[in-house]
């Protein structure tokens, strides 16, 4: 387990530098300069335009910038941005609020995505199966900003349950309505997910080993079908933590959130490399970790599975 725990960390390091070089180059290739863009119409003297490209870094060439990139990374100095604000108090301010939204969707997709798909797997061909997959189709075919529209307006404006707008209250309450917006498509698949596998494993020869064996039809379904209809689920739900992290641009523009998806959406306006790639470096170092959790969740669903 240990090897295979620093074999995973490992290769970690190759996707990091893929990824940020990636992210980087494209950044780095975006029309426009967006060091004139800072003095608006009137545009700066060459002067300052040229200090300021020196003070960023942004006189040098592509791979230089870039080294000097993963040099701030490793000594943890990730810079300023172009208002003058220390890369780290942004993350700081924007990581918090987004990963509480995504742990709150998570929550949301995982038990409620689990628990109807199960029972859906279970009445396979029924009433409840069938609305079950209507829903969960027109949830996945809407888009995620109408969803959101119609939630604000219906619980936030008209029935006034929830707060319409995060702003600067991130209680629990705020949160509530943007991470059931942020989680509901991914609440349809794992739905789908859950209900397929239960649905196959219940006709599985090993479920009908159990039962013949005079095991209760609970202990079957707990025991046998459930641990093994979550591998797939449990596969889909470590790679979504990352999406949440990073798709959560619409979300938080419709409800105000000051969170990740609009400090990134405003640093790739600017053209701030630094802001962007320190962004995007720590949602891949979130999405692997994601996956290795899961990797690590196989053994305890599946005990045959082992880690060489």
Do not use: C
Request: proline share 5%.
């Amino acid at each position: 387990m240990v090897r295979y725990i620093g074999r995973r960390l490992l290769q970690m390091i190759p996707v990091f530098l893929g990824s940020t070089l990636l992210i980087y180059a494209m950044v780095f290739a975006l029309p426009g300069d967006p060091i004139q863009a800072l003095g608006g119409e009137r545009g700066l003297s060459p002067a300052v335009a040229d200090q300021i490209r020196a003070q960023f870094n942004l006189d040098q060439p592509f791979f230089i910038q870039y080294l000097l990139y993963l040099k701030g990374i490793f000594t943890l100095d990730f810079g300023n941005s172009f208002s003058g604000q220390p890369v780290m108090d942004v993350i700081a301010r924007a990581f918090p609020v987004t990963f509480k939204i995504a742990i709150l969707a998570m929550v949301f997709e995982s038990v409620l995505g689990i628990g109807v798909g199960l029972i859906a797997g279970l009445r396979k061909g029924g009433i409840f199966d069938a609305s079950v997959l209507v829903v969960s189709l027109i949830v996945i075919a809407v888009p995620t900003f109408v969803i959101g529209f119609v939630m604000q307006f219906t619980f936030g404006v008209r029935l006034n349950w929830l707060p319409p707008t995060v702003g600067g209250n991130e209680d629990f309450v705020s949160l509530l309505m943007p991470a059931a917006v942020l989680g509901a498509v991914s609440f349809a698949y794992v739905l789908r997910l859950t209900r397929t596998s239960v649905a196959e494993n219940l006709t599985a020869d090993y479920v009908r080993t159990a039962t013949a064996k005079g095991l209760s039809r609970t202990r079957v379904v707990n025991v046998h079908v459930l641990r093994n209809s979550l591998i797939p689920v449990v596969t889909f739900l470590g790679a979504d933590l990352g999406a949440l992290m990073g798709g959560a641009i619409v979300t938080e523009a419709i409800f105000n959130v000051p969170g990740v998806g609009g400090t990134l959406y405003q640093a790739i306006i600017r053209g701030e490399p630094t802001t962007v790639v320190t962004f995007v470096t720590i949602l891949v170092i979130v999405y692997i970790i994601g996956n290795l959790l899961v990797d690590l969740l196989y053994a305890v669903l599946d005990p045959r599975i082992r880690y060489v």
